[in-house]
Nanobody
Framework: QVQLVESGGDSVQPGGSLRLSCTAS??????LGWFRQDPGKERVGVAT???????VYADFVKGRFTISKDNSKNTLYLQMDSLEPEDTALYYC??????????????????????WGQGTQVTVSS
């Protein structure tokens, strides 16, 4: 059974930091990613990481957020620094097979993700 469980969401002041975690089990994935959604808005990609460690970031988080994974713990992370009120959202982790491209798999924009966690809330407010 596939399970993705996020944790680490909290309320912080602008300029603060948070680290989100996601434990992933029961699925042989090539791609892991973080997405976020505001109420009434579409879910958008934040960052993705391929099995070989290649990362892709949305422009609005470049230089502030870092995605990483610990394969020994089956855990995905999102380190979020310099948080802004606009980063307030429900954050989801997701897993997918990716799109084959030679010996690699593409994991970024437009790639379908098959399994999703329940989400963890991040609120940035003074």
């Amino acid at each position: 059974q596939v399970q993705l469980v996020e944790s680490g969401g909290d309320s912080v002041q602008p300029g603060g930091s948070l680290r989100l975690s996601c434990t992933a089990s029961g699925y042989n994935y090539n791609c892991l990613g973080w997405f976020r959604q505001d109420p009434g808005k579409e879910r958008v990609g934040v960052a993705t990481i391929a099995s070989d460690g290649r990362t892709v970031y949305a422009d609005f988080v470049k230089g502030r957020f870092t995605i990483s994974k610990d394969n020994s713990k089956n855990t995905l992370y999102l380190q979020m620094d310099s948080l802004e009120p606009e980063d307030t959202a429900l954050y989801y982790c997701a897993a997918g097979l990716g799109v084959p491209a030679g010996s690699k798999h593409l994991c970024g924009k437009g790639v379908k993700y098959d399994y999703w966690g329940q989400g963890t809330q991040v609120t940035v407010s003074s």
